[in-house]
C-alpha cells in the first residue's frame, strides 16, 4: 500500500489549495479515510474524514473552510482547503487505517504567510 500526497504550496491568507492523495494497492471506497496535519513543534492533529459511505467529518478548527471527499475510479483522497490561515500552516498527510494496518503517506507542506 502507497499513499502519497501533492498539492502543497505557499499561498497567501484566504487563499485556497487542493490537496490530493493518490493510493495504491488499496480501495479508498472501502476504507475510512483521513486527513492529519503537523505544524512544526505540535502534535499530529485530526483534520477530515470520509466514511465508506461516503461522509464527511471534520475539526472544529476546519469545519466550513475545508472539503474532503475521494474519487473512487482515480484512487485519490481530496482536501479542498479555502480561506486559509496563518495557523492552517502544516504538513498535511493522509491516512487509513484497516484494521490492523496502518498506512501514511509522506506529507505535502501547506504555508500560508502573507
Known amino acids: 500500500v502507497q499513499l502519497v500526497e501533492s498539492g502543497g504550496g505557499l499561498v497567501h491568507p484566504g487563499e485556497s489549495l487542493r490537496l490530493s492523495c493518490v493510493a495504491s494497492g488499496i480501495d479508498v471506497s472501502t476504507s475510512w479515510m483521513y486527513w492529519y496535519r503537523q505544524a512544526p513543534g505540535q502534535g499530529r492533529e485530526y483534520v477530515a474524514e470520509i466514511t465508506t459511505a461516503g461522509s464527511p467529518h471534520y475539526a472544529d478548527s476546519v469545519q466550513g473552510r475545508f472539503t474532503i471527499s475521494r474519487d473512487n475510479a482515480q484512487h485519490t483522497l481530496y482536501l479542498q482547503l479555502d480561506n486559509l490561515h496563518p495557523d492552517d500552516s502544516a504538513v498535511y498527510s493522509c491516512?487509513?487505517?484497516?484494521?490492523?494496518?496502518?498506512?501514511w503517506g509522506q506529507g505535502t507542506q501547506v504555508t500560508v504567510s502573507s
Open positions: 491516512h487509513t487505517d484497516p484494521h490492523p494496518a496502518d498506512y
